[in-house]
């Protein structure tokens, strides 16, 4: 070939051939793509289904346990062993009352008991139109069990209620020392799954609970409840007609059908009918042996067809690239002797552009650096300002903590101008009767003026504990020495204001994770604010309380006062919002307490008492580790406040 001559174009017959290889080669690439995705897919989906089975089943098999224990404990209580020895005498009232006392305790739906003859004598819903008593259960199996000697169980539809739920029975003996005694009644308890049903509607599947007859008792949908799983047979039907295990229902079949068995276990299904019928979903089953039931779970197949999808969609993006390479490359093959042909002024260009391209990376370069340093005095300037933020808002609360002192100032003035003018007076007294020679009564006037000098030291004491800055690092604290401390500092005003203190909170002490300093100031300003707004109630009420769960404490500060105006509520935690009139007050007391209980990890909550008046509720982090170890503050604070008080609540 002749330099300077075009290469040869393909045929038109060839061109074809390659469209059609290109084309077969994009479906099958694409089609591989989806599979690979697909079984990736339904692996991972398989997974989260068993978790989620697998828990489930175990909060199923919790629920319903959990009660096995109540038939047993009632049967062996005596009042129910005098009623059924003789219940035509005896009223029946009371034991109702006491199987609806326990049925209301231990969240159950209904406690009944039968004799002998599997006749109603008593029970929890004596007072409801569907009542129990006076109803013959010798066809439900849980009777046969319990009159047999042993502990039933049983699920079904209830006879009165049409309710489904789950029975657990025990005998009762009124004689059982004897070899031959036999049961002379049974103690039931029925046990509703409404609840269970209801956790189970959060859960993106669908779940089922079928029987050893394959009709589905419990499931997530309402609509496939009382429908069997598989078409019955005409003897199956027939069988649970007799038992009357789930009354008049039709049992209809759900409709499912198996689209794909798979050797692990699990299946894709479908259905025909029903309000699953729009979908299909990856099924697995785990037996419940306790109750001989089976549990199913239905996931739908939805991600698993996104993700087939998806990867066939980048499977086809990427070969299009893969060909589009190819095209490219072909068509370099095509131009290279036209590239040849300005080979030397293609090499200027690029060493010029290559030139350019230095100075352009080395301007670059020098624009990086610059913007690197400012980023550099940037984060420097703003940690520096964080670190002047925190400094203020620390003073700004040391500020607050002296704005307290300054308001409970005329208080502590009037605790120490008594002590002052006793020791003056037994100072004059003890110069007189040194005058008279009289040394014991010296003697005694010197020792109350050691005790009132020691009585000015505690209060000063509280003043300079209360004054002082926290620490940095959280630890054990006290709640109820933290509420002593305070109201230490309101003795004054407590005892002139004839406030009635209420402390609700149990016997042993409640810590918190948390600063006592911090702490102390939060309850101190809750309880001034709380003074404040009791000063025009007749009869002044502050209530103190302490409540504790597994991980948390709530700490309550309620009184009886005017309560907080709804259109106040949502402000109250705001910088400089304020009620009070001018010059009483600047508004941040509740604003750095709120920000001095986040900053401990928990929150503070402002809302009205139902019977009148404010509550303040502190919800802080409980501390595990501490049972009645004291903290270092609570050693050092002095005896508790004579408050006007009353009997403490405890939990």
């Known amino acids: 070939m002749r330099a300077g001559t075009p290469p040869p174009r393909l045929s038109r017959r060839w061109r074809r051939l390659l469209i059609l290889l290109a084309s077969l080669g994009l479906v099958l690439s694409m089609w591989q793509a989806a599979q690979l995705a697909r079984e990736q897919a339904l692996q991972s989906l398989q997974q989260d289904a068993e978790n989620e089975l697998r828990l489930s089943a175990e909060g199923l098999v919790g629920h319903l346990s959990r009660h096995e224990y109540l038939p047993r404990l009632l049967a062996s209580r005596e009042g129910v062993k005098r009623f059924l020895s003789n219940p035509g005498d005896l009223d029946p009232m009371p034991l109702n009352l006491l199987l609806d006392r326990f049925r209301a305790i231990a969240g159950v739906s209904d406690i009944y008991l039968l004799d002998r003859n599997a006749d109603t004598l008593a029970a929890s819903n004596w007072h409801r139109p569907d009542t129990f008593i006076g109803q013959n259960y010798a066809f439900r199996s849980y009777y046969q069990d319990a009159i047999a000697g042993r502990h039933g169980r049983f699920f079904g539809l209830g006879v009165q209620s049409r309710e489904r739920g789950y029975y657990f029975s025990a005998p009762v003996w009124l004689d059982d020392t004897a070899p031959d005694a036999t049961p002379d009644g049974v103690l039931v308890i029925k046990i509703l799954l409404d609840t269970v049903e209801n956790n189970w509607a959060d859960q993106e599947a669908e779940l089922l609970v079928t029987d050893q007859d394959a009709v589905i008792f419990m499931a997530s949908h309402p609509e496939l409840r009382m429908r069997a799983l598989y078409p019955l047979s005409e003897g199956t039907h027939a069988s649970l007609r007799d038992t009357r295990r789930y ?217 300079r504990q209360f004054s002082r800055k926290s620490g940095d690092r959280p630890s054990a604290v006290s709640v109820s020495a933290c509420f002593d401390y305070a109201l230490r500092l309101f003795q004054t005003r407590l005892r002139d204001a004839a406030v009635t203190v209420k402390r609700h909170w149990p016997e042993e002490e409640v810590w918190v994770h948390a600063d006592p300093v911090r702490l102390e100031q939060v309850l101190v300003n809750l309880i001034g604010n709380a003074l404040q707004a009791m000063a025009d109630t007749p009869e002044p009420c502050l209530c103190l309380s302490i409540e504790r769960d597994a991980g948390q404490v709530t700490i309550g500060v309620a009184d009886n006062g005017p309560g907080i105006a709804k259109a106040h509520l949502a402000k109250v935690f705001e910088p400089f919002f304020t009620t009070k009139s001018r010059g009483s007050g600047l508004g941040l007391g509740l604003s750095i307490s709120s920000r001095i209980i986040d900053d401990l990890g928990g929150r503070l909550v402002a809302t009205n008492r139902d019977g009148g008046g404010a509550l303040f509720s502190i919800v802080l982090p409980r501390d595990t580790q501490t049972t009645t170890r004291p903290t270092a503050r609570a050693l050092a604070s002095p005896e508790a406040p004579d408050t006007p008080e009353e009997t403490p609540d405890h939990a």
């Not at 059908?257 to 479908?270: F, K, M, Q, T, W």
């Not at 100072?427 to 020792?447: D, K, M, Q, S």
Request: glycine content about 8%.
């Open 247 to 463: 009354a008049d229902q039709p049992l209809t079949p759900s409709g499912i059908r198996v689209l794909e068995p798979r050797g692990d276990a699990s299946r894709l299904v479908g259905f025909d009918q029903g309000p699953l019928a729009a979908g299909s979903y990856l099924s697995l089953s785990r037996p419940l042996d306790t109750f001989g039931w089976d549990m199913h779970i239905l996931k739908p197949l939805t991600p698993v067809f996104r993700a087939q999808w998806l990867s066939a969609l980048l499977a086809g993006g990427l070969y299009g690239v893969v060909m589009l390479g190819g095209g490219i490359g072909w068509q370099r093959l095509r131009l290279r002797r036209e590239r040849e042909q300005f080979a030397e002024r293609e090499r200027r260009t690029l060493a010029q552009a290559r030139d350019e391209l230095e100075r352009n990376v080395q301007r670059r370069t020098h624009d990086l650096v610059e913007t690197n340093r400012r980023l550099s005095d940037e984060i420097d300037e703003r940690r520096h300002a964080e670190e002047r933020l925190r400094q203020t808002r620390d003073e700004l609360i040391q500020a607050a903590k002296l704005a307290v002192l300054g308001q409970l100032a005329a208080g502590i003035n009037h605790e120490l101008n008594q002590p002052l003018a006793a020791i003056r007076a037994y100072a004059e007294n003890a110069r007189t009767f040194l005058e008279r020679e009289r040394p014991e009564a010296v003697a005694g006037n010197l020792e109350q003026i050691v005790e009132l000098t020691s009585r000015m030291a505690d209060i000063s004491a509280q003043l």
